[in-house]
């Protein structure tokens, strides 16, 4: 597909600045290299600033409820495997509400993506702290500073052994748009966790804060010991090092493979219908 197929009338409406805008010009762009009409692809999303990313993208999307954009992504999927599935929300959304959709994916091995956007705040709801939130974040939730230490999701999901983890920064947008695609392009449920600056609500962590700390990796996703050193290094240097690329790495049977072997098809593959009335009726 090509940029002016999937470009939308729609103008985004984050924050100028926000680390929203380099995410979408990255999806935009893997999404030009792949080898799919808009028609295969499905973008899913819950809520919160980015959850309004479907909007902005001409293929098929679908906003769902705060946190349950799993659990969406999973039906679309395995009613027709032919899709490109993509997920993407934030951390409150993905680690709050949806942080038991995102245990249960990583053993589950869904073959989608999943983008979760870490601004390490709620943006959508004006700056309350989030799973992801570095201790002593000032916030309306905690005035004097967050006690509690942020959720370890990167090495909570390596721990699983889930099939394809990663970690991107929105302020590399090329590299970001390849980890994108890669993990599009690897069969699994692939995550990929993106250091997303919120400019409006999160005074800790902007540009230039990520600009001294970021790294690109370059070690073997597919060493386990190295992984888990990678995936625990943030935590481990108080965040003057934050490896991105692939963390882990591994191959394995994905969940409508494993349906398709025991009961010889999938639950259902829906008939094709003709919906063009209804898009008529709401295109833009
Ligand atoms: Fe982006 Fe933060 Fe503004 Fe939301 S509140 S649009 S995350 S900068």
């Given at each position: 597909m090509n940029i002016a197929q999937i470009n939308t009338?729609?103008?985004?409406?984050?924050?100028?600045?926000?680390?929203?805008?380099?995410?979408?010009?990255?999806?935009?762009?893997?999404?030009?290299?792949l080898d799919r009409d808009p028609s295969e692809v499905v973008i899913v999303s819950g809520i919160g600033c980015g959850g309004k990313t479907p909007h902005y993208i001409r293929t098929y999307g679908y906003e769902g409820l705060h946190g349950r954009l799993l659990p969406l992504a999973l039906g679309i999927k395995i009613s027709n495997p032919d899709l490109t599935v993509i997920a993407i929300g934030g951390d409150g959304d993905g680690l709050s509400e949806g942080g038991n959709h995102l245990l249960h994916f990583a053993r589950y091995n869904v073959d989608i993506t999943y983008l979760l956007q870490d601004n390490q705040v709620y943006g959508l709801t004006t700056g309350q702290s989030s799973p992801t939130s570095h201790k002593g974040f000032r916030?309306?939730?905690?005035?004097?500073?967050?006690?509690?230490e942020p959720v370890k999701h990167i090495p909570m999901l390596v721990s699983q052994r889930a099939s394809f983890v990663a970690a991107g920064y929105a302020g590399n947008v090329k590299h970001l748009s390849q980890l994108i695609l890669e993990g599009i392009r690897h069969r699994g449920f692939s995550f990929i966790n993106i250091y997303q600056p919120c400019i409006t609500w999160n005074y800790m962590n902007g540009y230039e804060w990520y600009q001294s700390r970021v790294y690109i990796t370059d070690h073997n996703p597919?060493?386990?010991?190295?992984?888990?050193?990678?995936?625990?290094?943030?935590?481990?240097?108080?965040?003057?090092?934050?490896?991105?690329?692939?963390?882990?790495k591994n191959q394995s049977i994905t969940l409508d493979e494993e349906i398709v072997n025991?009961?010889?098809?999938l639950i259902s593959i829906p008939k094709p219908q003709d919906i063009s009335g209804l898009l008529d009726r709401f295109s833009i």
């Open positions: 009338l729609e103008k985004p409406q984050w924050c100028p600045g926000c680390g929203d805008f380099g995410i979408l010009m990255a999806i935009k762009s893997a999404l030009t290299a916030s309306k939730t905690y005035p004097d500073g967050t006690p509690i597919e060493d386990f010991d190295t992984a888990w050193q990678k995936a625990n290094e943030p935590y481990n240097t108080n965040w003057e090092k934050i490896p991105i690329g692939v963390i882990y025991r009961v010889g098809k």
